[in-house]
């Protein structure tokens, strides 16, 4: 089992930065892909960001440019720094874990963006 836990949610303003992070601990052996995904109120989850091996990227077109991932492969811990929050980003974000064979899920974080 692989345990999944996000931090650095939270209020902020539009035009604001916010860091999430996502800690991996358990029965890790060969990470494919950590990424962060985002389930805003009325609509399905999707993803934000993703980072592979490499450290090979991809974004949603909605958060080019404003968006970062970042990986430590020693700390089995991914980042996702936010800048200019758009109240449309307010939402529950999500740790994503994919290593062979399984997909795990962090509880999720809320980023709420006021206007």
């Known amino acids: 089992q692989v345990q999944l836990v996000e931090s650095g949610g939270g209020l902020v303003q539009a035009g604001g930065s916010l860091t999430l992070s996502c800690e991996a601990s358990?029965?890790?052996?060969?990470?494919?892909?950590m990424g962060w995904y985002r389930h805003p109120p009325g609509k399905q989850r999707g993803l934000v960001a993703a980072?592979?091996?490499?450290?090979?990227?991809m974004y949603a077109d909605f958060v080019k440019d404003r968006f970062s991932i970042s990986r430590d492969n020693v700390k089995n811990t991914v980042s996702l720094q936010m800048n200019s929050l758009k109240p449309e980003d307010s939402a529950v974000y999500y740790c994503n874990l994919f290593q062979i064979g399984t997909e795990y899920w962090g509880k999720g974080t809320l980023v709420t963006v006021s206007s």
């Open positions: 358990g029965n890790i052996f060969n990470i494919i892909r």
């Open positions: 980072i592979m091996g490499g450290d090979t990227t």
